[in-house]
């Protein structure tokens, strides 16, 4: 918890956590969001799709939209118990690890995507947004496209040393799920 910077009395500070799917919140960073809500950080988990298209490890969903329903479900679930404050769900196709994607999945429509985050940048007026790997390490490419809206968006400090502020970029490292 002594990581994560105190808000100064007279403002809240806002952390953006951008994600392809539901579960990548947490996989990725869900101490970093437990302990900014610990912080009294305003938390915001911006996710672009339901995640349809992922492993039904548990073999309980006949159809991908099911899967997509339940997934959603749990990223509300999981952001709760975080203590994150606000959960938006784009609503994009999950592109799936391969072959053609749908239309208007994160891979497909790229463009629409970094307009959404753009608006939701707006919206929240983050003072740090964290997103995902960049170096695509588990070689998702909806991970790849949802790290690909940032440098678009949020300029990276011109120095290490630079205080966080808005514009601050910081990145999740590789997700390690079975999606
Ligand atoms: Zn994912």
Redesign the pocket.
């Known amino acids: 918890m002594s990581t994560v910077m105190r808000p100064p009395a007279d403002r809240r500070l806002t952390l953006l956590v951008t994600?392809?799917?539901p579960?990548?919140e947490s996989f990725g960073c869900g101490s970093v969001i437990a302990a900014a809500a610990e912080a009294g950080w305003r938390v915001v988990v911006c996710c672009a799709s339901r995640?349809e298209a992922g492993e039904d490890a548990s073999g309980l969903y006949a159809e991908p939209g099911l899967l997509g329903v339940a997934r959603e479900a749990e990223l509300h679930a999981a952001a709760s118990a975080l203590g994150v404050e606000v959960v938006e769900v784009l609503g994009f196709a999950d592109s799936g690890w391969s072959g053609p994607a749908p239309a208007h999945s994160l891979v497909e429509d790229l463009p629409t995507l970094v307009d959404e985050v753009s608006r939701m940048i707006q919206a929240h007026r983050p003072d740090v947004v964290v997103t995902m790997d960049p170096s695509g390490s588990d070689g998702?490419r909806?991970?790849a496209a949802a790290t690909a809206t940032m440098p678009r968006l949020v300029p990276r400090p011109r120095r290490r040393s630079s205080r966080p502020s808005t514009g601050l970029l910081a990145y999740t490292t590789g997700?390690c799920?079975a999606?």
Do not use: I, K, Q
Request: avoid cysteine.
């Open positions: 994600v392809a799917h579960d990548d995640g998702h909806d991970h997700s799920h999606h």
